[in-house]
């Protein structure tokens, strides 16, 4: 499995950007996959994830109703749609893919150890 993550740049706060990530995987449907970010200096941390379903994501307190994260099985990518840009959103942004085959219901991953594969990251830098 390889990800590649693309869409970062370098915006003003307020501006919007839309990350990609496209998902070299046979059973990418089958798949949850999810968004994380690490700040200069800080740990990594879980942005937003989504499950087989479409319908089933999780966000973190940070970025709900700021992002949205989607997917696209017949191209194998997963987006992430950021709105309302802030300086503090300034990150590496890593997508993400949990190859353990989850039940449609069940909850979506949201910690670091739950994935299996890591794209190489896209640098998203707000300025104030």
């Known amino acids: 499995v390889q990800l590649q993550a693309s869409g970062g740049g370098l915006v003003q706060a307020g501006d919007s950007l839309r990350l990609s990530c496209a998902a070299a995987a046979r059973t990418f449907s089958n798949y949850a996959m999810g968004w994380f970010r690490q700040a200069p200096g800080k740990e990594r941390e879980f942005v937003a994830a989504?499950?087989?379903?479409?319908?089933?994501?999780a966000y973190a307190d940070s970025v709900k109703g700021r992002f949205t994260i989607s997917r696209d099985n017949d191209r194998k990518r997963v987006y992430l749609q950021m709105n309302s840009l802030k300086p503090e959103d300034t990150a590496i942004y890593y997508c993400?893919?949990?190859?353990?085959?989850?039940?449609?219901?069940?909850?979506?991953?949201?910690?670091?150890?739950?994935?299996?594969?890591w794209g190489q990251g896209t640098q998203v830098t707000v300025s104030s």
């Open positions: 993400a893919l949990d190859q353990k085959q989850l039940i449609l219901s069940a909850p979506v991953p949201t910690e670091i150890q739950d994935y299996d594969y």
């Open positions: 989504i499950g087989r379903s479409s319908g089933n994501t």
